[in-house]
């Protein structure tokens, strides 16, 4: 999920933690700031985080990541806080756009769970997302309570782009300004797949069963219920403060019962500073 652009990806069956990172960075600054944001913005950004390897999971991954950025925020193309792609429609309460996501591979002999396993490759995301606003939105900004609805094909860019399944992940959003400048958002919402997608997770062929872990045929249905906050605070100028929060719970789920699921619940978090090297003089006009 490292990309070159500011975006929330949408979640997918597998933590994010690149994605994660991005977002709160940004989270909630559309909601708070003035209609008049430039066009684009460049920067840079470092930090830190730990989450575990996938809903389910008992191990965990920790990165630190310098990673650019970059913000576009045109009529039709936008590669902003919430999505890189294009825009179809706006209207005051609905919006519909494609866009694109992504995740990060991690091999089998990192996890326990998975080892003598495939890896799991870095997969890209792609197709429709409906962003309803549930309240009006000030001009030039975000309202600040919305639901999200992106369904996306998964593909394997490790593999021909071989297609893995479909993700289907609504989330509730809402964002505000707090007293001293701090800026929050939350989110909540399950994360669906299909059964081609819940078995590259969740699934084990005969041949890699082992003793304390069976086969497994994955099923369509609730990867996992998802919850996260994230705040950021402009420190001066072109500096800006963030951290998050997110937790993952695969209670109910499916696949509970997979061989591969060793935890019913875990936390990402990480915390970082993102700094902004240059910006445009246009202002987006939305």
Not at 99 to 117: K, N, Q
Not at 222 to 246: E, K, N, P, V
């Amino acid at each position: 999920m490292l990309t070159s652009t500011v975006v929330r990806l949408h979640p997918s069956p597998r933590a994010r933690l690149a994605g994660a990172v991005l977002a709160g960075a940004c989270t909630a600054a559309p909601a708070g700031e003035p209609p008049s944001r430039p066009l684009w913005e460049a920067g840079v950004l470092l930090a830190g985080a730990t989450q575990p390897a996938y809903p389910g999971a008992d191990d965990r991954v920790g990165r630190a990541l310098p990673l650019p950025f970059l913000i576009y925020r045109g009529p039709v193309l936008r590669a902003d806080e919430d999505n890189v792609g294009l825009r179809a429609l706006r209207t005051p309460r609905l919006e519909l756009n494609v866009g694109f996501g992504g995740s990060l591979g991690s091999s089998a002999s990192d996890v326990e769970a998975r080892r003598g396993m495939d890896d799991l490759g870095t997969l890209i995301e792609v197709g429709p997302r409906l962003v309803w606003n549930l309240v009006d939105a000030p001009p030039g900004r975000s309202a600040p309570w919305r639901l999200q609805v992106p369904l996306r094909a998964v593909l394997d860019l490790e593999n021909r782009l071989r297609h893995q399944g479909l993700a289907f992940a609504p989330e509730l959003v809402h964002e505000r300004t707090l007293p001293g400048g701090w800026e929050l958002g939350a989110r909540f919402g399950p994360v669906f797949g299909d059964r081609r997608l819940a078995d590259t997770f969740y699934g084990v062929r005969d041949d890699e069963a082992i003793p304390g872990r069976p086969a497994y045929d994955a099923r369509a249905g609730l990867i996992a219920w998802r919850a996260g906050l994230a705040t950021s605070h402009t420190l001066a100028g072109d500096w800006r403060l963030f951290g998050f929060a997110r937790y993952d719970s695969v209670r109910g789920a499916a696949n509970e019962a997979s061989p591969l699921v060793r935890s019913s619940g875990g936390w990402t978090a990480g915390f970082g500073v993102a700094w902004t090297f240059a910006r445009s003089a246009r202002p987006a006009s939305d």
